[in-house]
């Protein structure tokens, strides 16, 4: 009963340094997600993965990657931390049926950047 | 493009009364998908219910009931007799019928605080 699960859980970071935050779900999902949440401004979607092999940009990509592994992982990556990008991030998926649209969600991931 | 928006920031009530969360949104698709998430202290964001836009029949579960209304563009989400347990941030979302692109939006949240 995993579901989405997302590492590491709490990361520091100096501006300027990289890291990637790792999602992985195992309910056969083909949409994967990643949103931040930022006081005040709700969660906002950063970039998402209709299926294996395809990445978009949702409403805030500036300074991220990431990467669609397989159908089980989508990894975040920072690659020159700044500030700004101190937030919660959370990585979902979808279920399968279209007409649901029911995102499952990882637990979160609170990053600071100093 | 499509909006959701929670005008109440926070909300804080007495346990036993009841409260109402708004939650009013904008999209030009005339199919769509409306949420409620609800974000208790841990932190974990947990699915409460999904509307699609052909149904307007309002929802009770227990102490949970939403209200739909196409003409006011609203989805409201009423607790009765709250008790502190419902004490979260409640996220209203939306997401358009584009095939293969189940995105949400979310609103900026509802931070509500039941008083024992």
């Known amino acids: 009963n995993a579901g989405v699960t997302q590492t590491p859980k709490f990361q520091v970071l100096k501006t300027g340094q990289s890291m990637t935050l790792q999602c992985a779900q195992d309910?056969?999902?083909?949409?994967m997600y990643w949103y931040r949440q930022d006081p005040g401004m709700g969660l906002r979607l950063i970039y998402y993965s209709a299926s294996e092999g395809t990445t978009d940009k949702g409403e805030v990509p500036n300074g991220y990657n990431v990467s669609r592994l397989n159908k089980r992982e989508f990894s975040l990556r920072l690659e020159s931390a700044a500030p700004s990008q101190t937030s919660v991030y959370f990585c979902?998926?979808?279920?399968?049926?279209?007409?649901?649209?029911?995102?499952?969600f990882g637990e979160g991931s609170r990053l600071t950047v100093l | 493009a499509q909006k959701v928006t929670q005008a109440q920031t926070e909300i804080s009530v007495v346990e036993k009364e009841d409260v109402t969360l708004d939650c009013v949104y904008e999209?030009?698709?005339?199919?769509?998908?409306l949420f409620w998430y609800k974000q208790p202290p841990s932190g974990e964001l947990v699915f409460l219910i999904r509307?699609?836009?052909?149904?307007?029949q309002n929802e009770i579960s227990g102490r949970y009931s939403w209200n739909f209304q196409k003409s006011t563009s609203s989805f409201n989400f009423t607790i009765t007799a709250s008790q502190v347990v419902d004490s979260a941030v409640y996220f209203c979302?939306?997401?358009?019928?584009?095939?293969?692109?189940?995105?949400?939006?979310f609103g900026t949240g509802t931070r509500l605080t039941i008083i024992p």
């Open positions: 509307r699609n836009s052909f149904d307007e």
């Open positions: 979902a998926s979808n279920i399968e049926e279209v007409d649901t649209g029911e995102l499952f």
């Open positions: 979302a939306l997401r358009e019928s584009n095939f293969g692109n189940e995105k949400l939006t």
């Open positions: 999209t030009r698709d005339t199919t769509y998908y």
């Open positions: 309910m056969n999902h083909n949409s």
